[in-house]
């Protein structure tokens, strides 16, 4: 049987690394088992959905490469397919109307608080034999409710929580149909599951609860549920639930701060899964060792630290051609334009960032004018060392451009002035690159163009 998993996002917010995670295990599932992807967009919540939400969804999942295979469908085009298939369970006798009233039903749960008992619609329209219903109402438009097996239970083996056995008794008639006709959402996504052919339902576990719902709607309609895998939920740094009402980030503000897809893939691949000790690994590690069997139990915390340093270990283990025009694409949003020393200069600096965007600040000081720190060039830059500044300028006016010989001019500076070499390194990086703490500098210089060395170092 051929694996097919699904994302179902609702997009009712600018999706979060919380919600994105949700995306990458079933992705990773199928791709690891040569399944099938689908994206399935869950809009039936016109008023909170938004195409902007919709437009992040799908820019973030590009953005970590997180490709479909099928879809993006939409839940609001699916709307007759739906009453169709509503009309089936008509046809079988698997939904009743009820014609009770929310005031009514208001009453019902006072009566049921009341009574320390959990509220829940108590079946007064739901048809037996022998009953009587009450009178139908005039002009009121019922909605329709799941015929729940009475006695028994729903059992499934959840691939992070175990068994999980819900008696029927716990779960009362869903409304799936409105008054309007509308299906509500339990009953769209068991459709959705059915008509896409999907195997394995990953999700996170705020779901737990309509599963068992979800399944007797399943075999009313004559098939088996899907394997189900509940992730449990992601905790921003606080201890809380991640959401967007209490900061969490859009997932493409990620992009924009300078993270590699590759380091979220991995980072968030661990937030919840584990493969023995390893924290590093590629895309290509990260999809030969995906199952459903290490997924973790219990909440995972969001750590923005352990985040940076994930980046960092990818940063520094990328290739420098690679690496290149994700830097040229952060200097572009500073108004700089890279060239072809881009790549030496990510792999001159890379080692000492955590993103493209610290990367791309070092770049700068090579498309654009630096103004040295004030404090650094008064500490550095002395009277006493002006003199071998000058002379490494003549050195470097006449010295062929590579870093070789400009280590060479360099040191006979140092001898001809009986300095140390961080007594003029010092105030060239401070003159040259604006900061005092810089890699080796001949290597530095030799990226630079030699007229914007000479002319940095006599401004100074
Ligand atoms: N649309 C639901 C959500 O965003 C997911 C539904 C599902 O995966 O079954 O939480």
Wanted: glycine share 6%.
């Amino acid at each position: 049987m051929k694996v097919r998993t699904r994302f179902a996002p609702s997009p009712t917010g600018f999706i979060h690394l919380g919600n994105i995670r949700s995306a990458l295990y079933p992705w990773a599932f199928a791709r690891s088992t040569q399944g099938d992807f689908i994206l399935r967009i869950e809009d039936t919540d016109l008023e909170r959905s938004s195409q902007a939400a919709v437009d992040v969804i799908i820019e973030g999942m590009k953005w970590l490469g997180l490709d479909h295979d099928e879809g993006p469908f939409f839940q609001m085009q699916r709307m007759d397919r739906y009453k169709a298939v509503l009309e089936q369970l008509k046809a079988a006798g698997h939904v009743y109307p009820c014609y009770m009233s929310v005031a009514e039903l208001d009453a019902l749960r006072e009566r049921q608080m009341a009574a320390k008992e959990k509220p829940r619609y108590d079946g007064t329209w739901r048809p037996e034999p022998g009953k009587t219903l009450p009178p139908v109402p005039e002009g009121v438009q019922p909605v329709l409710r799941f015929r729940t097996p009475v006695g028994g239970s729903v059992v499934w083996d959840d691939k992070v929580k175990g068994r999980i056995e819900i008696g029927n008794a716990e779960l009362d008639d869903l409304v799936i149909a409105r008054p309007d006709g509308t299906p509500t959402y339990n009953f769209c996504v068991v459709v959705d599951d059915i008509d896409m052919g999907i195997t394995h339902v990953i999700r996170g576990d705020d779901h737990v609860n309509n599963t068992p719902r979800q399944i007797h709607i399943f075999r009313a309609l004559g098939h088996e549920p899907p394997v189900y895998a509940h992730l449990p939920t992601v905790l921003n740094e606080q201890g809380e639930k991640m959401s967007k009402r209490n900061g969490a980030k859009a997932v493409t503000q990620y992009r924009d701060e300078g993270y590699l897809p590759d380091a979220m893939v991995n980072y968030l691949a661990r937030l919840g899964w584990s493969h023995g000790d390893d924290e590093i690994f590629s895309r290509q590690q990260f999809l030969q060792w995906f199952d459903l069997d290490h997924l973790g139990r219990s909440a995972a915390q969001f750590d923005e630290a352990k985040l940076r340093w994930v980046n960092a270990q990818h940063l520094k283990a990328m290739d420098d051609a690679a690496l290149a025009p994700l830097v040229a694409q952060q200097l572009e949003r500073m108004g700089l334009q890279a060239d072809d020393r881009l790549p030496a200069i990510c792999g001159l600096f890379k080692d000492r960032c955590d993103t493209t965007v610290a990367l791309a600040q070092w770049a700068r000081a090579f498309y654009a004018d630096v103004v040295p720190d004030a404090a650094e060039q008064a500490q550095h830059v002395t009277d006493a060392v002006r003199p071998a500044l000058q002379s490494l300028v003549q050195q470097l006016e006449a010295c062929a451009w590579d870093k070789v010989a400009i280590g060479a001019a360099i040191k006979s500076v140092l001898a001809e002035h009986g300095l140390k070499m961080p007594q003029l390194a010092m105030p060239v990086r401070v003159l040259v690159m604006g900061t005092a703490q810089t890699p080796s500098l001949d290597a530095v210089l030799a990226l630079h163009d030699k007229k914007v060395v000479i002319t940095r170092l006599q401004n100074g």
